[in-house]
């Protein structure tokens, strides 16, 4: 499975954004995908996950995007879309996407990331 990450850039405080990731490969093997970051000096963290099967259960990991961040997907196209509203300068980091497997207890594969620079 490849992912390719896009929709990164740079925006001013309360903008908006619209990340995407498309999936290809073997896409039948994907569970869930998700939304990581990394902002300068710190650790990758997780932002948000959706189920790729069955009902689109989203689960928001990042308590400070709630209300402003919406992830979705397109099954259909083997893609997720991050919403960002309200953005704010700690935002600001390279984000990444990321898929799971069937049965697996971790993410399998990592797009390349797309950077999200917040300016005040």
């Known amino acids: 499975v490849q992912l390719q990450a896009s929709g990164g850039g740079l925006v001013q405080a309360g903008e908006s954004l619209r990340l995407s990731c498309v999936a290809s490969g073997r896409t039948d093997d994907i569970y869930a995908m998700a939304w990581f970051r990394q902002a300068p000096g710190k650790e990758r963290k997780s932002v948000a996950r959706?189920?790729?099967?069955?009902?689109?259960?989203?689960?928001y990991s990042d308590s400070s995007v709630k209300g402003r961040f919406t992830l979705s997907r397109d099954v259909a196209k083997n893609t997720v879309f991050l919403q960002m509203n309200d953005l704010k300068v700690a935002d600001t980091a390279v984000y990444y996407c990321?898929?799971?497997?069937?049965?697996?207890?971790?993410?399998?594969?990592w797009g390349q990331g797309t950077q999200v620079t917040v300016s005040s």
């Open positions: 959706i189920s790729m099967r069955g009902a689109s259960n989203t689960y």
């Open positions: 990321a898929a799971e497997k069937i049965r697996s207890d971790s993410y399998d594969y």
